[in-house]
């Protein structure tokens, strides 16, 4: 009996054990997304904070940033913003996405998609990248909007059926053999999505797979220890009728082989789900990627302290900061440094939890 009582308690206690050495023998990424400078204003030391890494969108880099950050010892990531085509598709019509209608999609609350085969685009944003990884010395890239033209960030989404132009018809039509019936737009859409809608779904995933594929191969050219990350709409494989997949092109099984870390924007209050909901949904998420411990991709979510919709109080940012590092998560990052350091509360939490991982 005394044996039995002594295994039990054993074996109550190794989830426990597990838990302390994920924090003490891993070197866990304590991210900040967005520009450090409302940290530094007032005159914060990242590092003294707990942080190691910062996410700054590509346009907001320069060298006087990149300076300070090295020398807090930070690691610096770059967003890419890489479908959103704000602007662009003003002056490249030929780029906006072409709903089921034979319609110019509307823009989705901020975000404006982009046709994902414009042959243009690719090289515009390719360019891009390459300019980017020459003037800095990055150490990697986390690709942002890398879906169909969509929102899915809100309580209510916007899911539209794209892109229907002249040149995504031609090339799924030429890629899978087909032919397509003699008509408009639309009735090409209708009758695509009639008779061919399991091939069209794959094909749309494939073609988001193949602009990962095109940075990871720039990344490989430039700077070839760089990461690639992604920052990706967190819905698991039935939600919105498996709009991830079927809206956004998100195919995971495709995409594992792309990326090296996957980024779940896991913004409850955005998206009006319960704090704890973080941590299902990134236990979720590994157990679909079928990632275990040190295994390769990597998962550092995303989390929200942004008041918006709604306040998000110190005691939720601190509960959604800690069940990002669920799972198989081995870093976590948050939403936005305006906000945390705005509200000396959050920066404290902030400060806390990471300095706790540490």
């Not at 479908?83 to 319609?103: C, F, M, Q, R, S």
């Not at 390719?126 to 942002?144: I, P, S």
């Not at 110190?314 to 900061?321: D, P, Q």
Request: proline letters at 5%.
């Amino acid at each position: 009996m005394l044996r039995y009582t002594k295994l039990t308690i054993l074996l109550v206690l190794i989830p426990l054990v597990s838990c302390e050495q994920k924090s003490a023998e891993k070197d866990l990424i304590r991210g900040v997304y967005g520009n450090p400078r409302p940290l530094w204003d007032k005159d914060l030391n990242l590092k003294d904070l707990g942080v190691n890494a910062v996410f700054i969108h590509s346009g907001s880099i320069d060298h006087a940033v990149m300076n300070r950050a090295r020398a807090e010892g930070l690691l610096v990531f770059a967003e890419f913003a890489t479908l959103n085509g704000k602007n662009y598709v003003d002056k490249h019509p030929e780029a906006w996405a072409i709903n089921e209608k034979g319609e110019k999609v509307e823009a989705a609350t901020w975000f404006m998609g982009v046709c994902p085969t414009d042959p243009g685009f690719r090289k515009y944003r390719a360019d891009q990248l390459r300019a980017l990884l020459t003037e800095f010395d990055l150490d990697g890239v986390w690709l942002d909007y890398v879906h169909w033209h969509a929102q899915f960030e809100d309580p209510e989404p916007i899911l539209p059926e794209t892109c229907f132009c002249d040149h995504c018809l031609s090339v799924f039509s030429k890629t899978n053999n087909i032919k397509l019936p003699e008509g408009t737009n639309s009735e090409k859409a209708h009758w695509i999505l009639e008779n061919k809608d399991e091939l069209w779904r794959n094909w749309r995933c494939q073609v988001i797979y193949q602009w990962t594929v095109e940075m990871k191969n720039i990344l490989g050219e430039m700077k070839p220890e760089a990461l690639l990350g992604l920052y990706h709409c967190p819905w698991d494989d039935e939600e919105y009728d498996g709009a991830r997949r079927r809206i956004l092109g998100l195919d995971y099984d495709i995409l594992k082989e792309s990326i090296d870390v996957f980024s779940p924007m896991v913004y409850h209050g955005r998206m009006e789900r319960d704090p704890d909901w973080v941590a299902e949904n990134i236990n979720w998420f590994c157990k679909r990627l079928g990632v275990r411990g040190d295994a390769h991709p990597s998962v550092w979510p995303i989390v929200q302290a942004h008041n918006d919709p709604g306040v998000i109080s110190g005691e939720e940012f601190e509960t959604v900061l800690r069940n990002g590092l669920s799972g198989c998560s081995s870093g976590v990052m948050m939403f936005t440094t305006y906000a945390v350091a705005e509200d000396e509360g959050k920066t404290e939490v902030m400060k806390n939890v990471y300095t706790s991982l540490k």
